[in-house]
């Protein structure tokens, strides 16, 4: 059900929904410590995705609807989860305060409506606010997970900038976990691109501690690390020479 509330709000809502329709994922024998990325491919959480989006993916879709024994390495069988009920507000208003929120009860236990031991909740919200005419944003993005067994809660604030004529980049979030064990996590991604010059440069850092985990609604590839990479290039648009045209 898709019921537009207002010209700058939007409601959508599903019960019991069957995706199978979507196309499968392709067959994966992962053998790495790491766990597999798959793209979502469910309209229901497709639409106003980019919302959602973070440096850091606070938000990984695919969680709601996966099985959680599966997702914790207890060999068995791949077995998607039920969802039951699911629920999305979306929207903007005139001046550039977008928001979203989404909240899903799945059973992950026996794929059953009549047992609600083995359900799961998930809630997640959104708000970005645009700065300096829409080029930039702040936002913040929240989720909270809950089980019979255990429950977490993360909180995230990350920014966008476009400066100096959209030639500086500066992207950035924090990130605070808190599960059995609270954690944190930053990202800082600087790049410097001029226009006119033949210089550019860029930097890229990450800082997560042994305790960070945002697995039980977002995906992480490993935590306990710290990184710094960057470098500086040079550009000539028009080189004259007979190996080259850039």
């Keep these: 059900l898709k019921y537009l509330i207002t010209q ?38 497709m639409e106003n995705a980019t919302l959602f989006d973070t440096p850091i993916e606070v938000f990984y879709s695919r969680r709601v609807g996966t099985n959680r024994n599966y997702i914790k390495g207890n060999w068995q069988s791949k077995m998607d989860a039920l969802v039951k009920y699911a629920g999305k507000l979306s929207g903007k208003t005139m001046k550039g305060l977008s ?9 992950d236990g026996h794929n059953s409506w ?3 031991e083995n359900n799961s909740m998930f809630l997640i919200n959104r708000v970005t606010q645009d700065l300096f005419e829409g080029n930039s944003y702040i936002g913040y993005l929240g989720t909270h997970y809950t089980d019979s067994n255990m429950s977490s809660t993360v909180n995230s604030i990350d920014m966008l900038s476009y400066l100096h004529e959209n030639q500086l980049i500066i992207d950035w979030q924090y990130i605070y976990s808190q599960n059995k064990l609270n954690g944190e996590g930053l990202s800082f991604e ?23 985990n945002i697995d039980d609604v977002g ?9 710094l990479q960057g470098g500086i290039g040079f550009y000539w648009p028009e080189l004259d020479s007979p190996f080259f045209e850039d």
Excluded at 219 to 227: E, H, P, V
């Design 99 to 107: 928001f979203g929120s989404i909240a899903a009860i799945t059973n």
């Design 219 to 227: 995906y992480l590839y490993r935590n306990n690390l710290q990184k």
């Design 190 to 212: 600087l790049s410097y691109n001029p226009s006119q010059h033949a210089v550019y440069t860029w930097m890229d850092f990450e800082y997560f501690d042994k305790n960070f």
């Design 114 to 116: 009549g047992n609600k």
């Design 8 to 45: 700058d709000m939007v409601a959508d809502i599903t019960i019991n929904p069957d995706f199978g329709q979507i196309e499968v994922d392709p067959a994966d024998i992962n053998l790495t410590y790491f766990e597999t990325y798959f793209v979502e491919k469910r309209p229901f959480f």
